[in-house]
């Protein structure tokens, strides 16, 4: 039933460094799309007096995120709740902070718009929205490897793609979001911290 992600064995820890300074010391923290849940467990068990609400639309994915969690045995993970970032209505009507890491390029535009104003609903002034992965800065790739990643991203779906930067703040600045704080990241992908003004 668990699902393991690659990826994740390699930036859980670099993410979970960005993070610990500067999430709440108490709260809920939504975590949007948690795929197969390890990086929610990572975080969970580093920082337990933080209570982690993990999400995704995959019945499969919120299956592994579930088992994950009974494994580990952590009181401070909630059930993994069905969450269509795209959607007008989340089942959560409040967060102390969001995260979501590597989904804005592997989902349709409408998933960031959707992700971008969710938060802003959810989040008190001052709430932190993370975002990580890669992206372009100034109209061009951070790297080759990043190019050949966009390219096909592109190739499987043309809705899919490595975001511009600058975009995405745009879209977060009209939701009423501070500029971020970007922290450059392993393997050429970038931490974007965003405080709910």
Known sequence: MKRHAPATARNRQPILDVLRPRLPAKGIVLEVASGSGEHIVHFAEALPELVFQPSDPSAEARASIDDWVQTEGLGNV???L????AGDVWPLERADAVLCCNMIHIA??????GLISGAARLLPEGGTLYLYGPYRRDGRHTAPSNEAFDLDLRRRNPAWGVRDLETVTA???AKGFGPPEIVDMPANNLSLLFKRT
Do not use: Y
Not at 82 to 85: G, H, P, Y
Not at 108 to 113: C, F, L, S, T
């Open 171 to 173: 879209l977060a600045t």
């Open 108 to 113: 349709p535009w409408e998933a960031a718009v």
């Open 82 to 85: 069905a969450l269509d970032a």
């Open 78 to 80: 909630r059930g993994a």
